[in-house]
């Protein structure tokens, strides 16, 4: 095997819509819809920043994420990790669809429990 010439790193500052070293470019193309609403109405309407959450794009995900995980390992049980985000509307939708709660605080416990979360279905973690 021949050994490979040494090639110094470096960071290079991507300019959009070049393509990189690979042949691929790195324009993104802004999203205009979002569940059939337009998003420029949405920013008119709440102003920007504005971050929206797709409740079918969560279950689909969710959904997806739990028939990988089953094929291979059927016992498996998801669990929401509150930290990644403890909005109730969030929380709810990953526990109507079968996710426990995996919580590492005091608040994030109580958040769960009034979420309706049973207290065998909440995985209390935190540092050891």
Not at 4 to 10: G, Q
Not at 16 to 40: C, E, N, R, Y
Not at 96 to 123: C, D, M, P, T
Request: charged share 25%.
């Amino acid at each position: 095997m021949e050994k490979k010439i040494f090639e110094r790193p470096t960071i290079t500052r991507l300019t959009p819509g070049m393509p990189s070293k690979h042949g691929v470019g790195t324009a993104v193309a802004p999203v205009q819809f979002i569940d059939g609403l337009k998003v420029d109405d949405l920013l008119e309407k709440y102003g920007s920043p504005l971050y929206i959450f797709s409740e079918s794009v969560i279950r689909k995900n969710i959904q997806d994420l739990k028939q990988a995980f089953t094929v291979r390992y059927p016992k498996v049980q998801v669990a929401w990790s509150y930290k990644t985000n403890y909005l109730d509307a969030i929380c709810r939708i990953f526990h109507q669809e079968g996710s426990w709660a995996e919580v590492v605080s005091g608040f994030e416990y109580e958040k769960a429990r009034l979420n309706g979360v049973q207290g065998e279905h909440i995985i209390f973690n935190g540092p050891g």
